[in-house]
């Protein structure tokens, strides 16, 4: 496979999946999701960041959870810190950059969006602070979802991102999580088990795109 290129906007925003409202339809005033059902915490985020996450929840190539109804509710008040991670896959689309944390198992690097951050912007500090890789990010977010990263947490929106990279760039993990390329032929060990679908989907829509 040659060296990947980004999809162009009029290819990605032309393939929709199969039974996928529009994405403009998605988080906007029209939305063809049921809503999620679930807690709405009152902390503070920043107006910038919650903008950010709508557009980019729009344009996800997949939505999970009634992410963007549960989104245009939740933000009618004080939010939960969003999340955003990076699916890192090597340029054959095979494998996957995934970081073995200590109670969620190996999950996609990721975290909090930290306050004066979008949801963009905080996946790539979390992954350069996880694994070291400085990547730019495809365009379109590979995936919109509402979920708890914790037992004794709210749930609040997950964007993922996606990126490609050389297999051959070396990591540079955080002491005490390990960072490892995972064959998404295999499966492995994580409290988000249909997190692998997922990203498996995604790989194949990515494969498709860009040929």
């Avoid at 245009?72 to 969003?82: K, S």
């Avoid at 990076?86 to 340029?91: A, G, L, S, Y």
């Avoid at 975290?111 to 070291?132: D, F, Q, Y």
């Avoid at 708890?148 to 002491?175: C, K, M, N, Q, R």
């Amino acid at each position: 496979m040659g060296p990947a290129r980004n999809p162009r906007r009029s290819e990605v925003m032309a393939a929709e999946r199969p039974g996928e409202a529009p994405r403009w339809q998605r988080c906007g005033r029209i939305v063809g999701a049921a809503p999620y059902v679930g807690p709405v915490t009152r902390s503070v985020i920043d107006e910038r960041a919650i903008e950010a996450a709508v557009i980019d929840a729009e344009q996800a190539t997949a939505e999970f959870d009634g992410a963007c109804r549960w989104l245009v509710a939740a933000r009618q008040g004080p939010m939960e810190p969003l999340a955003a991670e990076v699916w890192v896959f090597d340029r054959d689309l095979a494998r996957v950059v995934l970081v073995q944390h200590r109670w969620r198992g190996w999950v996609p690097p990721g975290g909090k969006v930290e306050a004066g951050e979008t949801p963009r912007e905080g996946a790539i500090r979390e992954l350069l602070e996880e694994t070291g890789l400085r990547v730019e990010l495809l365009p379109e977010p590979a995936a919109v979802a509402v979920r708890s990263y914790h037992p004794d947490w709210p749930v609040t929106l997950g964007l993922s991102y996606a990126a490609i990279v050389d297999a051959a760039v070396p990591f540079v993990a955080e002491p005490g999580q390990p960072v490892a390329w995972k064959r998404l032929d295999e499966d492995w060990e994580s409290c988000f088990p249909g997190d692998l679908a997922r990203i498996r989907q995604h790989a194949t829509w990515l494969a498709d795109r860009l040929g």
